[in-house]
């Protein structure tokens, strides 16, 4: 009999809660999912609604307030963040932050830049091997080897996209998180960015989670598709799947919305529910959703299968 893959991250009921005046923001709120080793997961939903508290959590940046994050089948999420970066887990995942220009050390070079976790996270400290390591990840990125010794406000904003993936990849991880890499970019550079990914997937068989406002570049990169709202995932299916047929009353109004959508815009009505103390018994969507009706306010809906692949939290999904 074989033995079913174990997924490379699994989230478990994972949730973040900030303490404000009067209660806790539910930033994050009892996610679950899995990735399996070579997927390209876009995880997509309005400003506000989690996904970065969701990957500041799975980079062990900051600690969850309740659940479990495994990786390669440990539970990374019980090891405090401030303990994290010594791990030997750290190196395997990494991440390409949305703007270089702020991300990148204006004042050190590119090279330096790629150099850095070579040594911090590999433990490579011969010069000889660092400069090899440097020149390789730069050929494997396409960055030209004049562009090296320049500073960040020296190079394109192609460019500085490019020694930020490299220095993403400098320590071989598993599992890379790419929070809106091309966001930054002008149009045409976005295209030879997403290229550059999509190929580096290929060859290197690296994990992608891509968080991302651009549903065009989500369709066209990733395999899987998770909608957050209001710190729930509310829609999780294949990506050609979730496109054509969006279950969620959300998700279809996200993708009516999409610059060149071939339906007719979805409006929604009234105001986003406040993240602060929400009540369980609510649907978070409820007062937005152009087809809530009583039972929503009554009863929150879970996440629940409506065929092997394709998951949706609403009492009425559009199952067409």
Do not use: W
């Not at 550079?189 to 989500?218: I, M, P």
């Amino acid at each position: 009999m074989t033995t079913p893959a174990r997924p490379l991250l699994q989230l478990e009921n994972l949730s973040k809660r900030y303490p404000v005046p009067g209660g806790s923001l539910h930033a994050v709120d009892d996610v679950s999912f899995a990735i399996m080793r070579g997927e390209s997961v876009g995880l997509v939903g309005e400003s506000g609604c989690g996904k970065s508290t969701l990957t500041t959590l799975i980079t062990r940046l900051a600690d969850p307030t309740s659940g479990h994050i495994l990786f390669h089948g440990a539970h990374i999420g019980d090891i405090p963040a401030a303990d994290f970066a010594r791990r030997p887990e750290r190196a395997l995942i990494q991440k390409v932050f949305q703007d270089p220009t702020d991300s990148l050390n204006p004042r050190i070079t590119a090279a330096d830049s790629i150099a850095e976790p070579v040594r911090l996270l590999r433990r490579i400290t011969d010069r000889a091997r660092v400069r090899a390591r440097v020149a390789e990840l730069a050929d494997l990125v396409a960055l030209p080897p004049l562009c090296l010794d320049r500073f960040p406000h020296q190079l394109s904003g192609g460019q500085r996209a490019r020694v930020g993936i490299a220095r993403a990849l400098a320590s071989e991880p598993s599992l890379l998180i790419l929070d809106e890499p091309t966001a930054a970019l002008d149009v045409s550079v976005q295209a030879v960015v997403l290229k550059l990914l999509a190929d580096l997937r290929d060859r290197l068989g690296v994990t992608y989670l891509f968080v991302s406002h651009d549903l065009h570049v989500v369709k066209l990169l990733c395999t899987r598709v998770l909608v957050m709202y209001l710190g729930k995932i509310v829609e999780s299916g294949p990506a050609e799947q979730l496109f054509a047929y969006p279950k969620h009353p959300y998700t279809r109004a996200l993708l009516s919305a999409a610059p060149g959508a071939h339906v007719a815009r979805i409006p929604l009505a009234g105001e986003a529910r406040s993240p602060v103390n929400p009540d369980p018994y609510t649907c978070r969507f409820h007062g937005r959703c152009p087809q809530g009706r009583p039972e929503c306010e009554q009863s929150a809906p879970a996440l629940t299968p409506t065929t092997p692949a394709h998951s949706v939290s609403c009492h009425f999904p559009v199952l067409a």
